[in-house]
């Protein structure tokens, strides 16, 4: 079935072709698609091109189809072109010739459009939340080893005096500013788009309005054109949001594969969580968080991929965009998972204390030297020179009492401050709207 026959056969290479995988990723997508359509469909009543009793079947058979879909799945019948033909395919021939009216004023193109949005909207809640736990959990080990001094490094050398509580709060910290830029896609993707239909609006009476309200949206995308210049566009928003996240996962990562290794052996995790060789009986290969930065690097491509699928496109539809969806789609999932790996480990990791008992960390405590002498009257750079001389002559010992108070130093994490900030963040989304209305659409 294709919404847009005439009786015309199309060739089956071109057919093939065009549909390409399209169904396999529809699958994300049916729940929003019955979810839009109960929404469309109550709309469709009130301005009065539907009847009540008309309303009360498609609704009934809608939500039916809806709780199929979550029990069990569905699958797409031979010949059926995407999640949009096959939602009416099946009304139709549960109901007859009604269950063709509920394109009524619609196109397949603002359809797709409210479905990724509403499939976004869903997946970014569970991102937020799922973020929040490794977060919380960053700021918990921050917390229980903020004593645990380790060194911190300059162009992969011994610089300075940092701690386990001033490392695991860095990426605490980083997530939050990754929700900021997740938080403002989240407000474009929290748009309705619905009633735009090919683009160019609709001569029926229909009301944008009600759709926005029924479907929890923050707003409309007003103007016809652009709500369908969004396709892509929104799409891009959301993937760069996400590369950040992705981008702080992947540098965590890098440093778990570094600071794990035996030449610096900070920590080490229960065996369980580490693989092996298969000709070396003493290898612990980091090979989750391996995989972390690759597929996190993968997710930061995303961007860059759309951005170049869909350059230069004029206004309106073009095919191009089907090809997002296989990029776009599995990002989330990818994501999400990289996240709960992280939590994982990093709730088994095992902290080495007295690192710095090492002899090749002496000297990151120089910096401490010249500070002392500072505050006894002495310039900086005449301390700097000083204590330079010390370590060429081979007379500087390092004093490994630290003292730094200022904020988010080893001495004062200022960890409250952090939480508090993602709190902020965390409750500029409105989930819970969304939510409500979604449910009541389900219940009626």
């Known amino acids: 079935m294709k919404l847009w026959e005439k009786g015309q056969q199309l060739d089956k290479a071109v057919e093939n072709f065009t549909i390409g995988n399209d169904t396999t990723w529809d699958m994300e997508l049916v729940s929003f698609d019955i979810i839009g359509s109960i929404a469309h469909t109550k709309m469709l009543t009130a301005v009065k091109l539907l009847t009540k009793q008309e309303e009360t079947l498609l609704v009934k058979e809608l939500i039916n189809l809806y709780k199929e879909v979550e029990n069990k799945g569905l699958i797409f019948e031979e010949g059926v072109e995407d999640v949009h033909s ?18 009524t004023a619609r196109s397949r193109n603002d359809q797709i459009l409210l479905d990724l949005r509403l499939y976004s909207r869903n997946e970014i809640k569970h991102l937020v939340e799922r973020a929040n ?24 050398q011994v610089a300075m005096p940092s701690s386990f509580g001033l490392w695991f709060g860095a990426y605490a910290e980083s997530l939050t500013d990754d929700l900021i830029l997740l938080s403002a896609a989240y407000r474009i993707v929290n748009q309705n788009p619905l009633g735009s239909a090919a683009g160019y609006g609709s001569s029926f009476p229909i009301r944008r309005d009600i759709t926005t309200q029924l479907l929890g949206f923050g707003t409309l995308s007003y103007n016809s054109i652009y709500a369908q210049m969004g396709r892509g566009k929104t799409e891009k928003v959301v993937a760069f949001a996400l590369s950040s996240i992705a981008a702080t996962l992947s540098k965590l990562a890098m440093d778990v594969c570094l600071f794990s290794s035996q030449n610096f052996d900070f920590f080490s995790f229960p065996d369980e969580f580490t693989t092996g060789s298969s000709i070396m009986p003493h290898k612990k290969n980091p090979d989750v968080f391996e995989l972390i930065r690759a597929k996190c690097n993968k997710i930061q491509s995303v961007p860059n991929d759309i951005a170049l699928i869909t350059a230069n496109l004029p206004s309106g539809y073009h095919r191009d965009f089907q090809i997002l969806k296989e990029i776009y789609l599995p990002a989330f999932s990818t994501l999400a998972d990289c996240i709960q790996m992280t939590i994982l480990l990093l709730s088994h990791i095992k902290i080495k204390n007295n690192i710095l008992d090492e002899k090749r960390y002496k000297y990151m405590f120089s910096v401490e030297e010249i500070n002392k002498k500072v505050k006894a009257g002495m310039s900086f750079r005449e301390a700097y020179k000083e204590v330079a001389k010390e370590i060429a002559e081979n007379k500087y010992q390092p004093d490994k009492k630290l003292l730094h108070t200022h904020e988010g130093s080893i001495g004062n994490l200022c960890n409250d401050k952090i939480r508090s900030k993602m709190e902020e963040v965390i409750s500029e989304f409105d989930f819970s709207k969304a939510d409500e209305a979604i449910k009541n659409l389900l219940r009626t």
């Open 133 to 156: 736990e490794l977060f919380l959990l960053l700021i918990e080990l921050s917390e229980k080893y903020k004593e645990v001094i380790l060194p911190g490094y300059t162009h992969y």
């Open 86 to 103: 096959q939602v009416e395919k099946i009304l139709t021939d549960r109901l007859g010739e009604m269950g063709k009216k509920i394109h």
